[in-house]
């Protein structure tokens, strides 16, 4: 069932010189999860953090760490993710032949699992899944970057997930992140979404803008 919607803002716009303070403004500013983006310059081009960032952050704040590894063969990184203080690791569908089992590491690890979709894969690909899963995330650009633009033609896959979640009874979160706005957010949760995880949008302005901005993604 739908639950009530959930702000992740995606530390991957904060300044990075102050990180820690960025976590306590986003938390203090109200937000629901912190939202982590692990790149490993091979699954996406781009290269951000690995766990001893996370380890030294936890402490910021008592905010669930949703940890988005975008990184190929993400196995063998998951313990260290979660001894760092992940509370939720998502993995990529398309960067493991053997996603089943990298959700069952997960799990098996304490920590919440999830299962994220590039732009072009289809709602299928999880549909084995839903039983294995705490949370979909749905990428609406194409992982990699902060600041793209929102991929309007994924909305029907969400609204596809939304109605596959709810038909089974399933208690997974659909997570959309990429490209989110006000004007964004208002379609992604019409779509079905229930957590919207955003980067620029909520660290536009500096730390005394987060308050709104965040109030302004709470559609
Ligand atoms: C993109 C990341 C996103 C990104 C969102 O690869 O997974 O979490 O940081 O940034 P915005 O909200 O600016 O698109
Ligand atoms: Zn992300």
């Known amino acids: 069932m739908k639950q009530s919607l959930r702000i992740a803002p995606s530390i991957l716009s904060a300044d990075f010189s102050r990180l820690g303070q960025e976590i306590r403004a986003i938390d203090n500013a109200g937000c629901d999860r912190i939202h982590i983006d692990v790149m ?6 781009n290269l951000t953090l690995g766990a001893p960032i996370i380890a030294a952050l936890r402490d910021c704040t008592t905010k669930p760490f949703d940890v988005h590894l975008m990184v190929n063969a993400p196995d063998h990184l998951i313990g260290d993710f979660i001894s760092a203080g992940s ?8 960067a493991t032949p053997h996603v089943h089992r990298t959700l069952q590491v997960i799990r098996n690890s304490g920590a919440r699992a ?3 979709l590039n732009p072009q894969t289809p709602a299928v690909a999880v549909a084995a899944l ?5 949370l979909i995330l749905v990428m609406t650009v194409n992982p990699g970057y902060a600041g793209q633009t929102f991929i309007k033609g994924v909305l029907p896959k969400i609204a596809e997930l939304r109605a596959m979640i709810d038909a089974g009874e ?11 706005t006000p004007a964004t957010a208002r379609l992604a949760v019409a779509a079905g979404a229930d957590v919207l995880v955003a980067g620029s949008a909520v660290f536009a302005g500096g730390p005394e803008r987060y308050a ?5 993604l709470r559609v």
């Open 212 to 216: 709104d901005n965040i109030q302004a």
């Open 130 to 134: 839903l039983d294995q899963v705490d």
């Open 170 to 180: 399933h208690d997974i979160d659909l997570v959309v992140d990429g490209g989110i």
């Open 114 to 116: 999830g299962v994220s």
């Open 40 to 45: 490993d310059g091979h699954f996406v081009p």
């Open 87 to 94: 509370d939720m690791v998502t993995v990529h569908v398309e």
